[in-house]
Structure formats: C-alpha cells, structure tokens
C-alpha cells in the first residue's frame, strides 16, 4: 500500500470520525488560526458554492437554521452575506445559549434587522433551507419541540443546504438520533466523515459535496498516520490499478489463469455472467467449472473459455470436479454463483485450494453451514468474501452486531475470520485483516438487479488471477473491482434508465470504465 504524500487531490479519498476531526483542528488552532478566521473562511467558501448551487436573479427569502455551536456560527455568517447580496433572510434558533462565537455573530446579524424565531413555520414559505443546526460530533438524540419543527420542514417542497453533516445525523455510524434533515444538498467541511459512507444515513445527505478549506497535510497525516486505516476508492487512486501492466513480451498464462465454479441447471445464466465479468478482467486464461448439461451453453456464450464438464446432481448441480482438474494449476479461484446448496462438497474442496479463493453466493451460504471463522481459519492462502447484508449475518452474526455501523461490522469480521470481507451495499465497505478499510464513494441503485453480483464475482476473481498480486494489495484489489463495477453500473444507467441495468448490458460497460481512466 502506497504511503501518502503532499498532493492535495488526495484530501477527497481521506475519510475521519468525528473524534479525529476534532484533533485536526485543534492542531490547527494549537498552531495559531484564529477560530473566527476559520470561520470567516469556511462559511465564505460554503456561501459561494450556495450561489453556485442555487444562482438566482430575484430577491429569494431564504431559512437559516442556527444552533448553539459553531456549525450555528457557520450558518450566521452565511446569512449576514446573503443578506448584504440582497436576499429576505429568517433565522430560525430554536436554543438561546449560543457558543461565545457564535453569539457575537448572532448579535451582529440581530443589528442588520434579520429576524429570529423560535418556531419553523415562518420559514415555510422560503425558498432555499440553510441547516446549520448541528454540525459533526452530535450524540444525542433530537425530541420535542426540535424534533417536530425537523418533521415539518422534512415535509416542506423547498431544497435544503446542510453544513457539514445534515442536523441529527451521527457523524461516524450515520445513524438517525430520533429525526434529521433530510438535506437536498450537503457540504462536507474539511474532510469526509464516516456517515457518508454508510448507507444509514444516504437518504438525508441528498448529493454530497466535499468545501476543502486547506487544512494543512501536515495536521492531518499527524492524526491519521502516513497511511490511513480508511480511505475511499476514487478515479485518481483506481488509476493505480487499472488497467493492470503487462510485460512487452507475455503470453496468455503470465496474465494468470482463473477457475469459476458456478452454475446449476436452475440457475444457468450465473454462470454465464460470472464469465462475462471475468472476460472483462483481461485475465489470461478463463476456466469455468459447470455441470455436464451446460458444457454446450456456455461454449456458445464464452467460447474463449475453458469449459469443464463436472458430473451433476438428480437436480443439475454440480456433484463434484473431475478427476483431471488440478486445482494446483490456477492463479485463483471463484466460487460460488449460481451453484445452490447441493454443491457442498465442492465448496469444501475449493476451501483447500493453494491459491486465493474468492467466494460469493452459495459459496458464502455453504461456508456459513461449515462454522465461518474456523473453517477461514484452516486456510493458507488468502480469502476473499463478498456477502450482502442477509449473507454477512448469517457468516458474522457477532459482528452483525455493529450494524447499522457497517465499517466497524466489516473491519470485526475480517479481524475475526482473516480474510478480506466486502460487504455489499449502497456503500460498499472492503476490510483487510490488519484493520484497513476500502469504501467505494458511489454507486447507483440501477445494480439492484439480479445478476449484478455474479458479474462482480467474475470481474473480482479475474482480477486476483494476475500477476504482482501481493498481501499488501490484496484488498486494494478487491476494492479496484468493486468501485470498477460501480462505475460500469453509474455510466450504463446514465445511457439508459435509473429502473435498472440488466446484468448482461452491465458487463459491457466494464471495458469503456478503463477506457476513460
């Protein structure tokens, strides 16, 4: 894993729970900037990017909502320009005791003639919401009369701008503490806090924007060390992986070779789509373990694959590999799409191999009947474990625990089990078994179809299959496959439809990802 230098396009990838935020900027005022002047700054900063959001040619009347803090004093600054810039501004501030700074603002914006109240309903009729309620770091939950006022406004037309995190969200679990804004927009101070990437808090933080107000390197790799136990997979550190290099002189087995095993009679198209994912990975060479029955389907689909007949099952799952397969000879091997719970002692056989193994699907359904961690335990080589939610409970039900805390649930798990888990979602979270953690920043609910995930599984497998694949960038890798996927999803819904992408259309969208890298 790369260590971190001073480029500040690497400030979008750092993610902090609010404990962290709070020693970054103290080292920052330790070293002598003033609180008001941050303030000042930062408050500029997120007026400017409201009057780009939200440019207008006609006095607007504009809420602000203001709490006690400094995200209060944020929002009071905001206020104070866009009433100099000629805009109706009404204050709602719902608590009297206010932050020493935060209260002079209060009383500077009082002199201007702006309007202060203590109820929400005079700001109904507004066209822009300014949330500067509660900022990051608020622990308890909001009741009475707060709560309500959030109720009425959440089911008020006009859009909302909150700061920093939408008031009532928890900044590191993103968790709802009783009610929260649901924001249209909200700008993320400084660094990213954890709740953006949860997927608890995604239906309150509306479209998310990162106002970095240079806060120095220095300050921030101090508290976070040169290599961050948490990071997001971007374009810019996706570049590092993809497309893999290859030597001027290879042949097709130096770019590795990969075993799928997959596919039932039920479920066919499993293991045609797990091969189309692993096409796209530029492996070497495809090998791609079936039953007998499906040996002519799949030649037609993939005909550059290697297709192994297995005996089957009364059912047409597959009873067992033959007796020529030597599962010495592959770089890595997926299991598991498509292959149902008749396959047991297959996946038990797979759980030996010499090589990395990835598992998803009926291989994670069977892992979970053979006792998870003991089972990963046993192995040699690395694991890889790519569950949704269902599967992770049932693989992890200690760790299940943590959740809605995803990162913490995906980090106790890997710890536990040893191997490199990612756990599905909206904001997909990849943990290694030293505690470092991948997220994958976007995605779009058009992957929410069947199949999705067997192209994932074969795009991930062919990947693993490589060459210079180390521990150390074992779940670099992972994570590269999974943000590669999503980028596929986000660019095939945008040419079609947010309904749904097809996980056959999926597939070929994988290939103009790496095009526009």
Known sequence: MRKYNNSRELIEQVVVNAQQMREIEGRMFEAGMPVAALMEKVAGLIYRRIQELYPHFYQRRVGVLVGPGHNGGDALVVARELHFQGDEVLIYRPLPKLKELTSKHAQYVVSLGIPFYEKIEPLADCDLIIDGLFGFGLTRSISGEIASALEHLNQQSQPIVSIDLPSGIHTDTGEVLGTAVRATQTLCLGLWKLAFLQDEALAYTGEAQLVDFDIPLKDIWSILGQQPAIMQMRANTARDYLPLPRAAVTHKYKQGHLLLICGSKRYAGGAILTGLGARASGVGMLSIAVPESLKPLLVNHLPEALIIACPETETGAVAKLPDTVDLNSYNAIACGPGLTREAKLVVQEALGVPCPLLLDADGLNILSELRTIPTLLRRQEPTVLTPHL??????????????????????????????????????????????????????????????????????????????????????????????????????????????????????????PVVRSL
Do not use: C, N
């Not at 992770?392 to 710890?415: E, G, M, N, T, Y």
């Not at 991948?438 to 058009?446: Q, V």
């Open 390 to 511: 269902g599967e992770f409970k049932r693989l992890f039900p200690d760790s299940a625990q943590l959740l809605p805390d995803r990162i913490s649930a995906v980090r106790k798990a890997s710890h536990l089990s040893k191997a490199v888990v990612l756990l599905k979602g909206a904001r997909t979270a990849i943990a290694d078994s030293g505690g470092f953690v991948w997220l994958i920043p976007e995605s779009t609910p058009a992957l929410a179809r069947g199949g999705s995930g067997d192209v994932l599984t074969g795009l991930m497998g062919g990947l693993l299959a490589q060459p210079d694949l180390s521990e150390q960038t074992l779940a670099a890798t992972v994570a590269t496959a999974a943000w590669w996927h999503a980028q596929a999803g986000i660019l095939a819904a945008q040419e079609r439809t947010q309904l749904g992408v097809d996980a056959f259309t999926l597939s070929q969208y994988l290939m």
